[in-house]
């Protein structure tokens, strides 16, 4: 009794973003008690298909979620939109498209929010970047800089700074006004930069990318320089991810395999075999878990014991038996890491939810 009684009080106190990722190579000293509860019970979380969000017209590029708006979340498009969508969570329509985001001339690659849930970072073919009101859904600054696609946008944790990544092989840092502060060339990657993520460790100011060349990269913030390459990948990577706690990244890409790597001691940890082209990666924020797109269908691993909890695969009718399903383009879960939002090539957001289940 006196276990479950510290569950409750550990569930008061903890924000599901502090929970510890540090301990990957040895769980057994920071275990959530949660796993205890469910072991005893004989109980195992598993994911339940909740619904879909239709409102694209192009692939689901991108998605992001915010904890100060629970019910809201942002989606990129091949269509050139951003969408907001209000979640209803019905049974047939997850959510409705109430607001689209428009300016952009080409494909929208990426968009993030801003830890205050007030604005909207996106990136685009079109070689430019835009932040964007969410209150008014219009554009206050274009950054302009990059000769060819921009690839992949983030936010620093205080919103203060803004990277980005493009197929001019260059990843720039901004300032909000629009004004390139910094543009990384030394140690650069030598193709396409593909994905660019700051750590939330303020302890560890950092820069984390990939590229076509195989390459993870870390940055000092300070000073824009190389701290560590990471070498290992045999195929060009299209993500990496931070984790909450700022420990740890994956990456993942062509040759499907989700890599991990130790942000505080530039390392790699281990791998993990996706079997397909990883297209999107992204920690749970309060679970061990680590989420993979992997072609049509996406798997999710226990970091503890490096097993798939669950492989997920949206069931589609069609006549064509020779129809190639929808590839799982991007996902992200939401702040309290109940659901998990994931874009397809078909267009659509398919909606899981976390449930719990007997064994």
Not at 50 to 56: D, I, P, V
Not at 95 to 105: D, E, F, N, T, V
Not at 158 to 184: E, H, M
Not at 312 to 339: F, H, M, V, Y
Request: glycine content about 8%; aromatic content about 8%; hydrophobic content about 35%.
């Amino acid at each position: 009794m006196r276990n479950l009684t510290r569950e409750r009080e550990l569930k008061k106190t903890v924000h599901p973003q502090e929970f510890c990722f540090r301990c990957v190579s040895s769980f057994s000293s920071c275990r959530s008690v949660r796993a205890v509860i469910l072991s005893c019970a004989k109980m195992t979380e598993q994911m339940t298909v909740r619904g879909t969000l239709k409102g694209h017209s192009g692939w689901v590029t991108q998605i992001a979620t915010t904890p100060q708006f629970p019910d809201m979340i942002l989606s990129a498009s091949r269509d050139k939109t951003i969408i907001m969508w209000k979640l209803t969570r019905d049974e047939t329509n997850y959510g409705i498209p109430q607001r689209a985001l428009k300016g952009h001339s080409h494909f929208v690659s990426d968009v993030v929010i801003s830890s205050d849930g007030q604005f909207a970072l996106s990136g685009s073919w079109d070689s430019t970047l835009r932040l964007w009101d969410l209150t008014t859904g219009t554009t206050t600054r274009r950054f302009v800089g990059h000769t060819k696609d921009v690839l992949s946008v983030a936010f620093s944790a205080d919103n203060r700074q803004i990277v980005s990544g493009s197929r001019d092989k260059t990843i720039k840092l901004w300032n909000t006004l629009g004004v390139c502060k910094y543009t990384i060339q030394d140690d650069s990657h030598t193709e396409w930069v593909s994905c660019v993520r700051f750590s939330p460790n303020s302890n560890n100011p950092i820069i984390v990318s990939c590229g076509w060349d195989k390459m993870v990269k870390v940055w000092n913030l300070a000073n824009c320089k190389l701290k560590t390459n990471h070498i290992g990948h045999t195929g060009y990577l299209n993500t990496v991810t931070v984790s909450p706690d700022g420990s740890l990244c994956a990456s993942g890409g062509k040759d499907g395999q989700a890599m991990l790597w130790d942000l505080n001691e530039g390392k790699h940890l281990y791998t993990l075999d996706g079997g397909d082209n990883i297209n999107a990666l992204c920690f749970s924020p309060n679970r061990y878990w680590l989420c993979a797109a992997t072609g049509p269908s996406i798997k999710i691993w226990d970091l503890e014991g490096k097993i798939i909890v669950d492989e997920l695969r949206q069931d589609i009718i069609t006549t064509n038996s020779k129809a190639e399903p929808p590839q799982c383009t991007s996902l992200a879960w939401s702040a309290d890491g109940q659901t998990l939002f994931a874009g397809y090539t078909d267009n659509l957001i398919r909606v899981w939810q976390v449930t719990i289940g007997t064994r």
